[in-house]
């Protein structure tokens, strides 16, 4: 049996969220296209105008979202990428959360006309029965024809015990790859960085485990919980899924 790895906060706090806005492209290139997912979707705030954002990062979504006009609670663990976000939020428009998003008293109560959990956060989750938990909860919150976005990467495909390696950018003095080891319902994934900040190349790198879950598996689960699936697509290398409640 494989060893245990750290969780997935522990990833964040030690080591990714000092590199995750640089990493990802910068906050301007993904709120641009935030609001384009946004504006081709349509989704645009109603009558009541709550949105919540869980595992809201740094504010990719969040702060596109209230520039339209939602008023926002944004959920995350990851302290350094939420003050990141509150350094960008547009007015009192957002209200910031600190914490799992599994822990659904911090956010429940509000009945949202749109929940959107977004990036790759799903696989973030330790098991399916967390995945469905996680939908059922965004089902019972939502208001009446209320929307639920939700997007991951799809790792299915990928025979047991392969490996892959992704380089996933790269500037003058910072080079970032992503080493794959797909398991039978896991990913290990170790973000790997060498930089050469302080005059010489040094190489750091941590490791956390990604849940291996199918597109026909979230669509099953949403549609048990009780929404109409009225969009599967892919955006940027991520399953996109958007369903309205219905019951």
């Not at 990802?24 to 009558?47: E, L, V, Y």
């Not at 869980?54 to 926002?72: D, I, T, Y």
């Amino acid at each position: 049996m494989p060893p245990p790895v750290p969780g997935v906060k522990a990833h964040y706090d030690r080591f990714l969220a000092e590199h995750y806005l640089w990493m990802a492209g910068g906050f301007a290139a993904n709120a641009i296209k935030s609001r384009q997912f946004f504006s081709t979707h349509h989704i645009q705030p109603g009558a009541g105008g709550i949105a919540i954002d869980l595992a809201a990062g740094c504010g990719f979504q969040s702060v596109p979202l209230a520039e339209a006009g939602f008023r926002v609670t944004a959920v995350d663990f990851c302290q350094p990428l939420l003050d990141e976000l509150r350094s960008r939020a547009p007015g009192p428009g957002i209200e910031i959360v600190t914490g799992d998003i599994m822990d659904f008293p911090l956010w429940a109560g509000k009945t949202p006309e749109l929940v959107t959990c977004m990036g790759d956060t799903l696989t973030h989750l330790p098991d399916d029965h967390a995945v469905s938990s996680l939908i059922r909860q965004c089902h019972a919150e939502l208001g009446p024809g209320g929307t639920l976005v939700l997007s991951f990467r799809d790792y299915t495909s990928e025979e047991n015990g392969s490996i892959a390696i992704i380089p996933v950018r790269r500037d003058a003095d910072r080079i970032f790859l992503c080493r794959l080891e797909y398991r039978q319902d896991s990913v290990l994934v170790t973000d790997i960085l060498f930089s050469r900040m302080s005059g010489a190349w040094e190489r750091s790198a941590s490791e956390y485990a990604k849940l291996r879950i199918s597109p026909e598996r979230v669509r099953e689960m949403m549609e048990q919980a009780g929404f109409r699936i009225e969009f599967v697509g892919l955006e940027n290398g991520m399953i996109v899924f958007i369903g309205v409640k219905i019951d």
